[in-house]
């Protein structure tokens, strides 16, 4: 079973810096960085009892400006941990442009 730490050092792979769910206000680092959290626990379960597990997790990546270094350093990292959607915004508040990936922990392409 993956767990939030196992995902976090694979993450921090791409070199960024990062952080569970959010950071405290004004403790942010300078962009960029990013910020993964579990949104569903993906139990997968019958006759009473859970058989597996396969979490989901969305990472953030914030930037000044989108760039394909930062996206290609965290997706070759979370690449390693199972399938990804991408989806990029801006945010005016904030004077960043955030891009969220959302992946199932399958263990990755390698994974038997």
């Not at 993956?2 to 950071?23: C, F, M, N, P």
């Not at 006759?47 to 396969?54: I, M, R, V």
Request: charged share 20%; net charge negative.
């Amino acid at each position: 079973m993956i767990t939030d730490s196992a995902v976090y050092s694979k993450l921090l792979e791409s070199g960024l810096q990062g952080t569970y769910h959010a950071y405290r206000e004004g403790g942010a680092p300078p962009l960029p960085w990013f910020v993964y959290e579990c949104i569903d626990d993906g139990a997968v379960f019958a006759d009473d009892a859970n058989h597996a597990a396969l979490p989901v997790y969305r990472v953030s990546l914030y930037e000044k400006v989108s760039t394909p270094q930062a996206q290609q350093a965290i997706e070759g990292a979370i690449a390693q941990m199972g399938p990804y959607t991408k989806e990029e915004y801006h945010i005016d508040s904030e004077k960043c442009d955030m891009t969220t990936y959302t992946f199932t922990y399958t263990g990755g392409p390698d994974a038997s």
